[in-house]
Structures are given as C-alpha cells and as structure tokens.
Nanobody
Framework: QVQLVESGGGLVQAGGSLRLSCTAS????????AGWFRQAPGKEREFVAA????????NYADSAKGRFTISRDNAKNTVYLQMNSLKPEDTAVYRC???????????????WGQGTQVTVSS
C-alpha cells in the first residue's frame, strides 16, 4: 500500500535542468528499490534510472548516463531524479515505480505514480 506521487516536471529549454521528486506515502514507510521510467507520445515506456532501497547502488539507461542522477532521502520518503543537459528527446511523462531489482529494472514493477510531464524545447 505504497502510493507514489511525482512532482517537479515542467517546460525547460534545451540544455536546462530539472529535478523530479517522487514521494512515497501509505500505511507504512516502506524501504524499497525504486526507479524512473518515461514515455513519450507514440513511444514505448523506457527505463531511465533505478536506485536500491539504501541508495548504495544505482543503474542508468545509456540515454541517462552522464546527465541524470538518481538519489534518495529516506527520511523524507523521497526519490529524486536530477536531470541536466536536457534534450528535446527527453520530453516525456516521467513516472516513478517500486521495483524488485535495480539491475533487472523491468521486474516486479508496482505502485506506479501518476507521472509528471517534462517538456524540453529546442
């Protein structure tokens, strides 16, 4: 019964930055592996980044490496995605999700957030 809510999306110019937040709530404060996916109109869902429950390990899609950083603050029940050097190709709805394995990030996905829109203009 974990609910995830994303925030921080918006419209930015190419080369700009955004920080997305994913805040968890529910009956318990659950320590969980989590990640971010994105989906652009007409495109399939795409893995972006993942982080273990402790924050000790991360995994990134090739498209995110060097530009995006996933982190978490468990005291705030929040996972972040810092996105720098944004490109128009990053335009998508970004959703956070609970997952069973950071290194198999399509496994056991649950408790999807509703998503936050990121639009990068050229």
């Amino acid at each position: 019964q974990v609910q995830l809510v994303e925030s921080g999306g918006g419209l930015v110019q190419a080369g700009g930055s955004l920080r997305l937040s994913c805040t968890a709530s529910g009956r318990t404060s659950y320590t969980f592996h989590a990640g971010w996916f994105r989906q652009a109109p007409g495109k399939e869902r795409e893995f972006v980044a993942a982080i273990t429950a402790s924050g000790g390990n991360t995994n990134y899609a090739d498209s995110a490496k060097g530009r995006f950083t996933i982190s978490r603050d468990n005291a705030k029940n929040t996972v972040y995605l810092q996105m720098n050097s944004l490109k128009p190709e990053d335009t998508a709805v970004y959703r956070c999700v609970v997952m069973l394995s950071v290194f198999r990030p399509t496994l056991g996905l649950s408790n999807w957030g509703q998503g936050t829109q990121v639009t990068v203009s050229s």
